[in-house]
């Protein structure tokens, strides 16, 4: 993050986008071609986790007695019992983490912080080095991204550099920060929790959509056909659509910021 900020923060605006968004492409072109750091297209596999594997619960005699005893399936039950263990840990990283940015939001950093993103010119009149600060939060920015990355890798198994798309984790993300409320974040928080719900509902409760609109059509229909075809575009229309109601009615987002 500090090579990377030290390259391209001296851009602004639409200009440091096009940098972040080329260095990030590059990146990424690097780990799929480069098998020595990290095996190219054939990923990373074999993760450590701060969870048990599935499959070492399945094998654990006293999870097989505990579980039998319930009446739940062991192969099931191991599938939840690590997706709660994660859901506890990130529950646990997230307080932290907000914890922490509310304390820096209301400390004299904090209001420097705000002073610099309302007006460069009068803070730097201020005697404050902008350049540096724009660094400093480039680089913590980066380290929150880094071990919410770290997470997702080690609840995955695995590390698949072609996964990495601009859609998902840069439009998305701006997407959850526009809805939430930029500026609040507490407003990051909720708006990271309902789009990616979204994310991953919509084309379900699409389908379903779909299923109920050609009920009456034949089976053969090219319409219900197509139509059924096009379910998974469903997520793209959504998310462009709560965008656009979002900058029109609520411009400042679901919680603004005070």
Not at 120 to 132: H, L, P
Not at 221 to 233: C, K, T
Request: aromatic share 8%.
């Amino acid at each position: 993050a500090w090579l990377i900020g030290k390259t391209a923060l001296a851009l602004r605006s639409e200009y440091l986008a096009i940098a972040t968004l080329g260095i990030s492409e590059i990146i990424i072109a690097l780990m799929k071609n480069e098998d020595w750091l990290s095996r190219g297209v054939k990923n990373v596999i074999g993760l450590p986790r701060p969870v048990p594997y599935e499959i070492e619960l399945q094998e654990s005699a006293g999870f097989i007695e505990h579980t039998t005893a319930l009446g739940l399936d062991p192969v099931t039950s191991s599938s939840i019992v690590v997706k709660l263990g994660y859901a506890g840990l990130f529950s646990i990283v997230l307080v932290i983490v907000l914890i922490l940015a509310q304390l820096a939001l209301a400390s004299p950093w904090g209001r420097m912080m705000r002073a610099i993103r309302d007006n460069e010119e009068a803070a730097e009149a201020m005697g404050k080095n902008v350049t540096a600060r724009h660094l400093q939060i480039f680089i913590l920015g980066s380290a929150i991204c880094g071990v919410a990355g770290a997470m997702m890798t080690t609840l995955d198994s695995q590390l698949t550099p072609s996964s990495y798309q601009p859609l998902r984790f840069t439009f998305l993300v701006w997407v959850m920060v526009i809805v939430g409320g930029s500026g609040n974040n507490f407003g990051s928080v909720l708006g990271g929790f309902l789009i990616f719900f979204l994310w991953v509902q919509v084309e379900p409760m699409g389908a379903i959509l779909m299923q109920i609109l050609t009920s009456g059509m034949a089976e053969d229909n090219v319409l219900r056909l197509h139509l059924l075809d096009s379910v998974a575009h469903m997520r793209l229309l959504t998310m462009g659509l709560i965008l656009i109601l979002v900058l029109r009615f609520a411009p400042k987002g679901l919680i603004p910021e005070k």
